[in-house]
């Protein structure tokens, strides 16, 4: 069974920034899936932040300005999502994706942007 562990969040000032990791931890081959992040602030539903496609096509939240940028290393079955000129807004639970069917998350990891 395919696990999804994300690392990589934290507590950070406004303006700073910080690097999220997701591992799929069984033998699979991710490059056959999209993989991506969502997050959700307490109070509000999951939303997309960003994904990305087997051949490396991201597709951004349009209301994150460019700010993020979505990576993939299919050898590593890793995920990444840079995270700058972060604000307070996007402080949230973040979760990793993966298409594999019906779908699989990650336990979420927490930022937290101080204003």
């Known amino acids: 069974q395919v696990q999804l562990v994300e690392s990589g969040g934290g507590l950070v000032q406004t303006g700073g920034s910080l690097k999220l990791s997701c591992v799929a931890t069984a033998s699979i081959n991710i490059n056959i899936y999209t993989m991506g992040w969502f997050r959700q602030a307490p109070g509000n539903q999951r939303e997309l932040v960003a994904t990305i496609t087997p051949g490396g096509s991201p597709n951004y939240a349009e209301s994150l300005e460019g700010r993020f940028t979505i990576s993939r290393d299919n050898v590593r079955n890793s995920v990444f999502l840079q995270m700058d000129r972060l604000k307070p807004e996007d402080t949230a639970v973040y979760y990793c994706?993966?298409?594999?069917?019906?779908?699989?998350w990650g336990q979420g990891t927490q930022v937290t942007v101080s204003s």
């Open positions: 994706y993966m298409s594999i069917p019906p779908g699989r």
